[in-house]
């Protein structure tokens, strides 16, 4: 079946510092979505990206979907500790309906 | 307004319990979800509604029994069950649009199976 890895599994940073999570699906994906997920929280949808290429911004966020609609990246400038979470992405295969989510990267931010 | 409400927010029960939790979405989404999710694990796939109707069973025990009274509504009965059950449920909805199906959770609930 569809699996998306995700990596890294865990990231501590200094905040200021940037931050990238990357996900690699084993088929092509109709499309992708980030959600992020804070501590005691549940996940929180960010954004998702349909077009092969298809790069997307939202204030400090990149978000990237690779040309063959298999890999994708988040990037985090200036990393605050209002972004302390952890992310997953989540891809849209064959079936309309299930999301198969990578394994998530967890973010700490030390102020 | 792209909220999904679920109740309760907390609920512990014995293994001979029956209890349902419940969600609901006015978002007029035709798609609603039940996920289950272990601490420091992604959310696992349980059940998919489609217009009312059960269009995938992840394989659940019998334990757990979905139902979907109306478009707005969803609910998972428990019965029966195990202190491995113990984790965060999710419930999640979508509008059905083929390939653009943005799935928008619910805060879940929070079961303790003693």
């Known amino acids: 079946g569809q699996q998306v890895m995700q990596i890294p599994q865990y990231q501590h940073v200094q905040e200021g510092e940037d931050f990238t999570t990357y996900c690699n699906s084993s088929t092509t994906l109709s499309n992708i979505q980030w959600y992020k997920q804070r501590p005691g929280g549940h996940p929180v949808f960010l954004i998702q990206?349909?077009?092969?290429?298809e790069v997307k911004k939202q204030k400090r966020l990149t978000f990237q979907f690779g040309e063959a609609k298999k890999n994708s990246s988040l990037h985090i400038t200036a990393t605050q500790t209002t972004d302390v979470g952890t992310y997953f992405c989540?891809?849209?295969?064959?079936?309309?309906?299930?999301?198969?989510f990578g394994k998530g990267t967890l973010l700490t931010v030390n102020p | 307004d792209t909220e999904v409400t679920q109740t309760p927010k907390h609920l512990v029960m014995g293994m001979t319990n029956k209890k349902s939790l419940k969600c609901e979405q006015h978002m007029g989404h035709r798609a609603m979800y039940w996920y289950k999710q272990k601490a420091k694990k992604p959310p696992e796939l349980m059940f998919v509604?489609?217009?009312?109707?059960?269009?995938i069973n992840e394989s659940v025990p019998s334990r757990f029994s979905p139902e979907c009274p109306n478009s707005s509504l969803l609910n998972l009965h428990l019965h029966a069950l195990q202190p491995e059950d113990s984790a965060l449920y999710l419930c999640?909805?979508?509008?059905?649009?083929?390939?653009?199906?943005?799935?928008?959770f619910g805060p879940g609930t929070r079961l303790t199976v003693l």
């Open positions: 509604y489609s217009y009312e109707k059960l269009s």
């Open positions: 999640a909805s979508s509008q059905w649009d083929r390939g653009y199906n943005t799935q928008y």
């Open positions: 989540a891809g849209l295969g064959g079936s309309n309906y299930k999301l198969t």
């Open positions: 990206l349909v077009k092969s290429g």
